[in-house]
């Protein structure tokens, strides 16, 4: 694993300066220790993303540091495109660092969460956004392509959550958001080991959050539709029609239209827990 820091953040004017002792009832921090502003309300909060590369990562983190937060890119394989998203946050006047860790590996995870806390100083947010498809048909898919795809967008989330844990309990804050999909709410031809993982997101998520409900830690999962990625681009294009065909809104969504629900739930969330936040133009109304 490879923390990089770029040299932005070292004129960044930003502070990572902790809420460490003065936490409000509600989980807010007092403004004069955090240095939040109704501008940057998330000032002096730290948030891991995973994969934050690419895709719907990638406007989450820039989104949560315009918001403020300084941000630890997570990556497993694109490092150019994780330092430019760094870059962005700290063109913004933000902070962030990245860190390369595949997070289907357990001690990674656990890596992953010291690196973050060795270069930012906490974790207050966690965003278990990473996660792979590896479709096929149920008759042909194999045990390893099934475990593949749960350890990574599952395992993972229980093994980070896991890890962060202790450091959100010492401030008795902290806000996690899991990215589940609405394949694991209504299933999907194809993705038999996607949607048993973003399902048993969505159980894991009421479990945690229940547990954890009295500590002002907040746990709650984002289930995007088809949203316009790396994901849905590689999709073929016939395929892709059939797929715009049946979304109500007639389009697909956008990563910074996820990244605005997962910051509302950090920012404005502190009476939310356990709950999914359906973004999905309409694909899903049942939940
Ligand atoms: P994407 O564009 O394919 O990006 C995936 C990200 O995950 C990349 O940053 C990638 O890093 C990272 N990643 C993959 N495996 C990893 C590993 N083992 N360790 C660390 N990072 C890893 O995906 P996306 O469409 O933005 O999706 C993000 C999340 O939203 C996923 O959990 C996905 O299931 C969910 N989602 C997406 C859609 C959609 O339509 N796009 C719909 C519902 C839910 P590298 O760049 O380094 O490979």
Redesign the pocket.
């Known amino acids: 694993m490879t923390p990089t820091r770029s040299n932005r953040s070292k004129r960044s004017n930003h502070t990572t300066k902790g809420v460490t002792s003065e936490e409000q009832e509600d989980g807010a921090a007092p403004a004069a220790v955090a240095e939040a502003t109704s501008a940057r309300p998330l000032a002096g909060r730290v948030a891991l993303v ?10 989450t983190a820039k989104a949560l540091g315009a918001e403020g937060a300084s941000v630890a890119v ?6 150019g ?2 330092e430019e998203v760094a870059a962005e946050i700290e063109r913004l006047g933000g902070t962030a660092t990245v860190l ?6 357990e001690g ?1 995870c656990t890596t992953l969460v010291n690196d973050t806390i060795a270069a930012l100083g906490r974790v207050d947010i966690l965003v ?6 590896e479709d096929g048909w149920f008759r042909k898919m194999d045990r390893l392509a099934f475990d593949r795809v749960i ?3 599952l395992g ?1 989330v229980f093994t980070l959550m896991k890890a962060v844990m202790p450091n959100m309990e010492t401030r008795g804050w902290g806000r996690i958001v899991n ?5 694991g709410q209504t299933g999907n031809l194809t993705q038999a080991n ?1 949607a048993a ?2 399902a048993g997101m969505l159980g894991l998520t009421k479990v945690v959050a229940l547990e954890y409900a009295t500590k002002g830690i907040t746990v709650n999962a ?11 681009t ?1 999709i073929a294009p016939k395929i892709q029609e059939m797929l715009l065909a049946k979304i109500p809104m007639g389009r ?2 956008k ?1 910074e239209e ?1 990244a605005k629900a997962v910051v509302f739930l950090v920012r404005d969330g502190s009476y939310i827990t356990g709950a999914c936040l359906n973004v ?1 133009g309409g694909v899903v109304t049942a939940y």
Do not use: C, L
């Open positions: 995973t994969g934050a590369s690419r895709g719907i990562g990638a406007a997570n990556y497993v394989h694109s490092k495109p994780a390369q860790a595949d997070i289907s590996d990674q278990n956004n990473a996660g792979i498809t350890n990574t967008n993972a990215m589940s999909s609405f394949v996607y993982a973003k984002v289930a995007p539709g088809f949203i316009e990625t790396d994901m849905v590689i697909w969504g990563p996820i999905n």
